[in-house]
């Protein structure tokens, strides 16, 4: 297990080795310790590498000069100069909670930015604000529209936190697709089929088959099928992929440029980089804070006494799961996989570093 | 078939005759006439039986005293002091996109409502001011959150317009759950059973009964159940309901009063009537508006031009649909069941007005 602590300041000293400031360097180290803390380890020290060898490549600039570019009194647009993607994503909700005190709300679209990590981290921020928090983002396509059996759509997530009074805030953090790419990759190791209605092969016949996307396959959207209602689930990634892309002036849908290196960036762009999108809201501009909260409290508690179905023993609040494991992992420590460890180790002494051993 | 001016015209008359302004009057027709020409009927004209018994039960407040009760330059809380929906969702609406005006978007919550129809109508309300149009509502609880038998969510819709240049707006309105609820009584008139996937029984087994609802069963959330996605469509429908309770201090999940008076308002209330939530962005306060369409128009076209899976002829855009619907039902007229028009017959006698025979 390794402490938190210490994979925030390797982490950190990673990225101001290849020539980021400490303050980049320090959140792109703190959104992906947070996605391990809470159990959300695809978005995790996995990512190191890949961060690594997309600096490597070109596609990354460590020394980016991120910029407000338009601005109203509620909304701004910023542009990330190709930073990592946590670099637009903290200022950028910086910015929305700045509007947000004077004006109420506050809205910013960033363009120009890479793979930022798990969206609930920028909503959540709002949380100690006393504001609502918002956060989308576009990803690299993977995801077929309802119909098609073209991948023009990532799997472009949605989150939303919501502070209470007593009660721990409500966290929504979620892809708009059934599962995440990596519980295929993961099925896929261990010569595992996976349930009809996450993948469709390249024909768009379901499929059971988790290294489909490798021949053409796509993953599908929310609701699996037409009759299910995927044609919901694509309105929600449309929705999530214009609110990053459109407002910002970033790439949409098939043209969002690949998180990781290995894969090409298309030829055709129609913006610049990968679209996030942030909001924050004082709750005190609809109504007395603590009355609010009091009222979420009202929600939580009233949610958590639903009735469980049977062989169920309780029913989650969203951020319910992430918090407990957050609870956990601070105490516990992180378990990082060998080849996570390797990847590490093998960055580490590349750059004159050193990557301690499990303890 | 029936002109949809001729049914805007009778359906005014009929709330001007139980004491609703011409104004009002006519924002209960305007919305009930648009859920028709765009084909979807069930809250369309059969809704005019609904209102009028809930009219009689008391449940309406036909002369109601809508108020801004709390506003900062982005917000405001609205109270319809028990309204119509309608009323108070085009009142809302226009306080958002007057504020977005000023300070770039306005966000409005609404209290103290009812039914207010389709959501879409009301997100669609921003186009013609180059604004992006958002609009969700709370419902009365049918819905069970993931790992429950409790019904503590409505369908809690959602939709978003965004306006284009050439190609007409992406309009998505949908519901968070697999089905609408009036898919389920269609089954069941004809005796039919549904898929599995849309509703559960009274111990949370998946069923394919679409009565089951009347025997203590449960809709199920968009996705499901949990290995497909559904605590995904529980975090947008608590989404939904939190926007439009939380916010705005009305009833939120299993206390939201049902639309109809044949079921009772619940004893514990824990906030006001039904609630909604409007949000209107101004497209130029993230980039010049001609660009914003253009790229709108790009993101569309893509779209469309994704290839159709074996056995589709085309990708649909959201809002394709209910757009070539409108354009069909307002020549070729409007179709109503011989239920709805002896309905209305029988209204149109009760309040000396006359209710046509089908042309």
């Known amino acids: 297990m390794y402490d938190h602590k210490y994979l925030l300041e390797f982490t950190t000293e990673v990225f101001m080795q290849i020539g980021?400031?400490?303050?980049?360097?320090?959140?792109?180290?703190?959104?992906?310790?947070?996605?391990?803390l809470r159990d959300h380890s695809?978005?995790?020290?996995?990512?190191?590498?890949?961060?690594?060898?997309?600096?490597?490549?070109?596609?990354?600039?460590?020394?980016?000069?991120?910029?407000?570019?338009?601005?109203?009194?509620?909304?701004?647009?910023?542009d990330g100069d190709r930073c990592f993607g946590m670099v637009a994503g903290i200022r950028s909700m910086k910015l929305a909670i700045e509007k947000a005190t004077v004006t109420g709300t506050g809205w910013v679209a960033a363009r120009n930015s890479n793979h930022f990590g798990i969206a609930g981290y920028y909503a959540m921020k709002a949380l100690e604000h006393d504001m609502v928090g918002i956060c989308v983002t576009n990803a690299n396509p993977l995801v077929v529209p309802t119909w098609s059996v073209s991948r023009y759509l990532g799997t472009n997530p949605l989150a939303v936190a919501v502070p209470a009074l007593h009660e721990p805030p409500f966290v929504a953090d979620f892809a708009t697709t059934p599962i995440a790419r990596g519980k295929l990759a993961v099925s896929e190791k261990k010569g595992e089929k996976v349930p009809f209605g996450f993948v469709q092969d390249a024909d768009g016949n379901p499929s059971d088959d988790p290294g489909i996307l490798r021949r053409g396959g796509g993953m599908v959207t929310l609701g699996g099928d037409r009759v299910h209602g995927s044609h919901k689930g694509y309105c929600m990634?449309?929705?999530?992929?214009?609110?990053?892309?459109?407002?910002?002036?970033?790439?949409?849908?098939?043209?969002?440029?690949?998180?990781?290196?290995?894969?090409?960036?298309?030829?055709h762009q129609v913006g610049e980089g990968t679209?996030?999108?942030?909001?924050?809201?004082?709750?005190?501009?609809?109504?007395?804070?603590?009355?609010?909260?009091?009222?979420?409290?009202?929600?939580?508690?009233?949610?958590?006494?639903?009735?469980?179905?049977?062989?169920?023993?309780?029913?989650?609040?969203?951020?319910?799961?992430?918090?407990?494991a957050e609870e956990r992992n601070s105490k516990a420590g992180i378990k990082l996989?060998?080849?996570?460890?390797?990847?590490?180790?093998?960055?580490?002494?590349?750059?004159?570093l050193n990557f301690n051993e499990e303890e």
């Open 42 to 78: 695809s978005h995790g020290m996995i990512r190191v590498r890949e961060y690594y060898d997309l600096w490597k490549s070109g596609r990354v600039n460590v020394t980016p000069d991120v910029k407000v570019v338009h601005q109203t009194p509620s909304t701004a647009v910023v």
């Open 237 to 267: 990634s449309a929705v999530v992929d214009i609110f990053s892309a459109v407002f910002s002036g970033a790439n949409f849908g098939p043209f969002v440029p690949p998180s990781v290196a290995y894969l090409p960036v298309p030829e």
């Open 20 to 36: 980021c400031s400490r303050e980049d360097a320090g959140a792109v180290a703190a959104v992906l310790i947070a996605a391990e």
């Open 337 to 352: 996989v060998p080849a996570v460890v390797i990847d590490l180790k093998a960055i580490a002494a590349e750059l004159g």
């Open 275 to 324: 679209g996030h999108f942030f909001g924050a809201m004082r709750i005190d501009a609809f109504r007395p804070a603590d009355e609010f909260k009091a009222s979420m409290d009202e929600w939580i508690r009233t949610f958590r006494g639903a009735k469980p179905r049977k062989g169920e023993t309780r029913v989650l609040i969203p951020g319910d799961p992430e918090r407990e």
